[in-house]
């Protein structure tokens, strides 16, 4: 299983999914509710959950897709779907740690986040359509 609110989607995140499917027979992406983001993690998504869900789903590698509405969602989902891995990228690393408490045979791992992130692209997207705005 992996987390995360997967917004205007590029090859980390492709990577970050590759990697964690390659650890198990299925991979659950637990994909953060927009009033999740806006609430606990102070963040505005580009695209909604449901854009976010329906290209997640169209992912090979991603096997289901369910809502992150709160940040106990994930002991939930670890306990219903009994899951051995819990997949996140290195942004996170030690933040979930807690859950082996919870559930001593969970196998917690943090991959490299890459070259690439969603607040990158979006930044440089502002940027970009300023410069536009200056050349008009």
Not at 21 to 35: A, H, Q, W
Not at 95 to 119: A, C, H, W
Request: a negative charge; proline letters at 2%.
């Amino acid at each position: 299983m992996v987390a995360g609110t997967f917004d205007i989607l590029h090859e980390s995140h492709i990577n970050l999914l590759k990697n964690a499917r390659n650890l198990g027979d299925r991979l659950i992406v637990m994909l953060s509710t927009d009033e999740f983001n806006w609430s606990e993690k102070q963040k505005v998504s580009y695209q909604e959950y449901d854009t976010r869900k329906y290209i997640l789903e169209a992912i090979r590698y991603v096997d289901l897709v369910v809502p992150e509405q709160s940040w106990e969602d994930k002991a939930l989902y670890i306990d219903m779907f009994d899951v051995d891995v819990f997949a996140m990228g290195d942004d996170w690393r030690g933040k979930f740690d807690v859950l082996k408490e919870q559930f001593p045979n969970l196998k917690i791992m943090y991959f490299p986040r890459g070259k690439t992130s969603s607040s990158k692209i979006k930044e440089d997207l502002w940027k970009l359509y300023q410069e536009k705005q200056n050349i008009k």
